[in-house]
């Protein structure tokens, strides 16, 4: 039962209100202070960590029952973007590990039959019908690639130092092929070893695991594992902060070994450019003339975090034996684009108020956009505001769902923002 597992965690929380809440030093005015999409469109304690807390609770004790409550609690629950921002207040107060009650609620869901729910599914029948979301043909993958002379390092004989895994989203969604396209330009112009799996790249599955289908995870987890192993090739750069993350912190989780210990490397397309300008590889020329603000991916920042694997139980004072490193949130993909930015002559970058790991989730992860577009529109529209508070002309990011969400957003409110990747603006600066 998943949710034995993180019995302590949601019996020990204080009601205190945190997880509501950016951290009372980090907050810089009222308005923008807020940390939990969830409680903020749902309006009651319900649908704040604390209240599923409260859930989680009431279900080991017997107080409440799946098959009286089914379809309000799969709402509650997935009606999340899992963002991890309630995860990160907490830890600062309580150390309780509110994503973890989170994930198992999902996975408690999906063991009992209830979830996911049908938008995530047609997700994850497509990733195994098609090896990827969209439901589009596998030999149309790498149609951004033509012309382009990228190496397959899944033809026999093919070899490279860097694999560049590009993902589905910006392999298939019109508009997005820009990316993958600079991303090549960026890595050819830096003169590094490079190739993609082509035709023959499947999805990361983390949607799956986001949803708390965990068999249909590991299928393709596996499947990810021996490809990367089959290639040789130890760094691997990938643009999707999802896939960033899955590579990194869910396929280590699943074997329950250390980020550091994987046989390969995973590197953010903005760490590795970081990485390329501070060597002196890349340099950039070119002025910008912009005002740009910069939107933290969540899977690129608090829920970046290597992982750290750890198996024991909780003692006196909630304490750990043997004792376990925390994921805090600190440690995820914060300065690398600001480093970026900073380096493109002529931007102005300016900071909006919620930033790294207290920045607002643009309201698309964990499958909350699929499920409940409204409240996904709702939340973009929140970080909008915030990012027209700063004066900028644009809001940029490095996460294909925070691009399109973010975008629709804009195009709901009549804002003068628009929404860019970081890459297409490191292109114009080479």
């Not at 997005?176 to 790249?201: N, Q, S, Y």
């Amino acid at each position: 039962m998943a949710l034995e597992k993180i019995e302590y965690d949601a019996t020990h929380c204080q009601r205190c209100s945190t997880c509501k809440w950016s951290h009372l030093w980090e907050v810089k005015s009222h308005r923008f202070a807020r940390n939990c999409p969830s409680v903020v469109y749902g309006k009651f304690d319900t649908y704040a960590a604390q209240g599923k807390n409260d859930i989680v609770t009431g279900l080991l004790k017997g107080e409440l029952s799946w098959e009286d409550s089914k379809d309000r609690l799969l709402e509650i629950i997935y009606r999340c973007p899992v963002c991890a921002a309630c995860d990160v207040s907490c830890k600062r107060v309580m150390d309780l590990d509110i994503i973890g009650v989170l994930d198992a609620l999902r996975e408690e869901a999906c063991e009992r039959g209830y979830g996911p729910l049908p938008a995530h599914k047609e997700f994850i029948q497509s990733i195994m019908n098609y090896d990827n979301v969209w439901k589009q043909p596998r030999n149309r993958r790498a149609g951004w690639a033509k012309k382009l002379d990228i190496k397959d390092l899944s033809k026999a004989g093919e070899t490279a130092d860097v694999l560049y895994y590009v993902g589905c989203t910006y392999a298939y969604k019109p508009g997005m092929e820009t990316v993958p396209m600079h991303t090549a330009k960026i890595l050819k112009a830096a003169g590094i070893d490079f190739g993609i799996l082509g035709a023959k790249e499947i999805c990361c599955g983390g949607i799956a695991d986001n949803v708390g289908d965990k068999k249909s995870f590991e299928e393709i987890a596996k499947k990810n594992l021996d490809m990367f192993k089959a290639t040789g090739a130890k760094t691997i750069v990938t643009n999707c902060p999802g896939c960033f993350m899955t590579f990194s912190e869910k396929y280590a989780r699943l074997q329950k070994i250390d980020t550091e210990k994987l046989p390969y490397t995973v590197k953010h397309s903005t760490q590795f450019i970081a990485e390329l300008l501070q060597a002196g590889k890349l340099t950039f020329t070119r002025p910008v003339d912009m005002t740009v603000t910069w939107h933290d991916p969540c899977h690129l920042g608090r829920r970046g975090e290597p992982y750290k694997h750890w198996e024991g139980k909780r003692v006196k004072f909630g304490l750990t034996e043997p004792p376990r490193e925390m994921n805090r949130g600190v440690n995820g993909i914060y300065e690398a684009p600001r480093e970026i930015l900073k380096a493109i002559p002529g931007l102005r970058f300016v900071e909006m108020e919620r930033i790294k790991e207290y920045a607002w989730c643009c309201g698309s992860g964990g499958g909350a956009k699929s499920a409940y577009p409204d409240f996904a529109l709702a939340t973009a529209k929140e970080r909008i505001e915030e990012a027209e508070a700063t004066g900028a002309g644009a809001i940029i990011t490095s996460c294909p769902w925070c691009e399109s969400n973010l975008s629709d957003g804009i195009d709901a409110g009549g804002s003068r923002l628009r929404v860019g990747d970081i890459l297409d603006i490191a292109v114009q600066a080479l």
